[in-house]
């Protein structure tokens, strides 16, 4: 049993994996030897699950998993927390843009009695379109979902018992800080200095960050479907004052009802609406329908430790 687990999803990392073990251990060996590295691998399609399987040669205390498929970053740190022991649990990316030397920092504000402890950055390296694009998703996100603040990124330490509550909620959308928002456990903030990517870009494209923020809605937040309720009153309202107008005015002052352009615009309008929020209960229902075939949530493929915990390794 560790006192601190690191859980890091590892995707096409190969060149900076070897630099986070090393600062890994330099900064973890200052609060305690009783440390473990758990690295998922995301099946990246470079080396570095031959990278993760020589550091577990050399240093037992690295525990590397590799999934059968390219399943997900989120998909990722469900397996390391999963296999972690520690009675403290880090989780982080591996790319050091969150870095290893601020873990003391966060496990001594936890040590004060939080079961969370958040990473905020304060100075993000991400390119302007991107930062802006992330502002954006939490204020529609936080309007969305009705959630307080989540701290963007995974950096964050946990409980043990923060864990073990995560590892019991199995739905297929998965978002870490919303659901250890949801946990409602002690939580504070650290801000932290956030640094450039050691190696290589980020695999997230603009079309994979929105996509994600409305799994993330739709996972957390029935509001979507409560907001095409109102617009669809608001629109039936409207067009009932519309017609009492109409009806007014050729009743008293003779008015004769014309239109054949504004009628048509106006039915396909209603129409676009109407197949809008169809869309939106189907995305609804589609979501559901992934959530009742019980799937695992991932599956291991190989494992540089022995596991025991076969319900587990497949997620």
Known sequence: MAHISVVTPVYRAEGCLEELYRRLVAALSGITQDFEIVMVEDC????????????ARKDARVKGIQFSRNFGQYYGITAGLDHCDGDWVVVMDCDLQDQPEEIPRLYAKAREGYDVVHARRDRRQDP????????????VFRYLADVEYVAPGNFRILSRKVVANIR??????????????WLGFPTAYVDVQQAGRFHGESSY????????????????????????VRLGFILALLAFCYGVYIIIGALLYGYSITGWASLIVSIYFIGGII????????????KTFDETKKRPLYVVMHTTFDDDRNNISTG
């Open 128 to 139: 302007w379109l991107k930062r802006r694009a992330s502002d954006v998703f939490f204020k």
């Open 275 to 286: 197949i809008s929020i169809l869309g939106v209960i189907g995305i609804y229902l589609g």
């Open 168 to 181: 019991r909620l199995r739905e297929q959308l998965r978002h870490l800080g919303v659901m250890v928002n």
């Open 44 to 55: 990246g399609g470079d080396r570095s699950w031959e990278i993760i399987q020589g550091l």
């Open 205 to 228: 494209t603009m079309a994979k960050l929105w996509k994600l923020a409305a799994d993330t809605v739709i996972a957390h937040s029935d509001k979507p479907l409560r907001l095409a």
